[in-house]
């Protein structure tokens, strides 16, 4: 939404950072993402394969920068988003109660305080929410899970709970790192989901693993061709 908004270098760099060629290019990713979870039904039981998918967003600017109406109307479009004028300088408390209650409906009550201070100074505020609940294909058994060590990034380990299952979900190794790919259930629409778990081979190798993929995030953007592959 604030690429969408932006002019000259500012939009420069919001699109070099977000991986997209031009506006025209990162709006028709975001109407692509938008179809995917919008046709999700709540009412699905995640007991019977359903799935509840929704990804929301949420924009308040202050009514001394009024929203260009062309602007308003491609956010609420194609974005999805709640697009509202409101008072910082004079009623920040009012405002700031509204943007935790959109953030608590919008997250089924799992985040209630998202802000807990918004200055009178303040122009203008973009969230979003992505909420997520499904089953496993393949179930993990609580009579399965295992006390192990988990190791912490200052070299530390505690003991952790881990899930453990006989169900074959390894993907494969490459380069300094192995890919395990859990699915989730099908929704009753066809759709399924899956968690994808990076596990790099050293195990202080968690920095170089997100350095590796910063400087070439191909492998991320074509892991659904790997998939298919």
């Known amino acids: 939404m604030a690429a969408a908004g932006s002019r000259g270098r500012t939009l420069d760099q919001f699109l070099h950072y977000l991986g997209s060629e031009s506006v025209e290019d990162l709006n028709s990713?975001?109407?692509?993402?938008?179809?995917?979870v919008g046709s999700s039904s709540e009412s699905s039981s995640t007991t019977t394969g359903g799935l509840i998918l929704s990804f929301v967003n949420g924009l308040w600017v202050d009514q001394s920068f009024p929203l260009n109406s062309s602007y308003q109307h491609l956010v609420q479009r194609l974005y999805n988003a709640q697009a509202k004028t409101v008072d910082?300088?004079?009623k920040a408390d009012e405002v700031k109660d509204e943007v935790n209650t959109w953030a608590e409906n919008a997250t089924k009550g799992l985040?209630?305080?998202?802000?807990?201070?918004?200055?009178g100074d303040t122009i203008i505020v973009l969230a979003n929410a992505l909420y997520f609940k499904g089953s496993w294909e393949k179930?993990?058994?609580?009579?399965?899970?295992?006390?192990?060590?988990?190791?912490?990034?200052?070299?530390?380990?505690?003991?952790?709970?881990?899930?453990?299952?006989?169900?074959?979900?390894f993907f494969g190794s490459f380069d300094g790192f192995k890919l395990v790919n859990i699915p989730y259930q099908k929704g009753k629409d066809g759709r399924q989901f899956s968690m994808s778990i990076f596990l790099p081979n050293e195990r202080d190798g968690l920095q170089g693993l997100i350095q590796q993929f910063e400087?070439?995030?191909?492998?991320?953007?074509?892991?659904?061709?790997l998939r298919k592959s």
């Open 29 to 36: 990713k975001t109407s692509a993402l938008i179809r995917l």
């Open 88 to 90: 910082f300088q004079n």
């Open 111 to 119: 985040i209630k305080d998202l802000v807990s201070n918004l200055p």
């Open 139 to 169: 179930k993990f058994y609580a009579s399965q899970t295992r006390d192990t060590d988990f190791h912490l990034l200052n070299g530390e380990k505690v003991s952790a709970p881990f899930m453990t299952s006989m169900n074959y979900q």
């Open 215 to 225: 400087s070439n995030n191909w492998f991320l953007h074509h892991l659904s061709e």
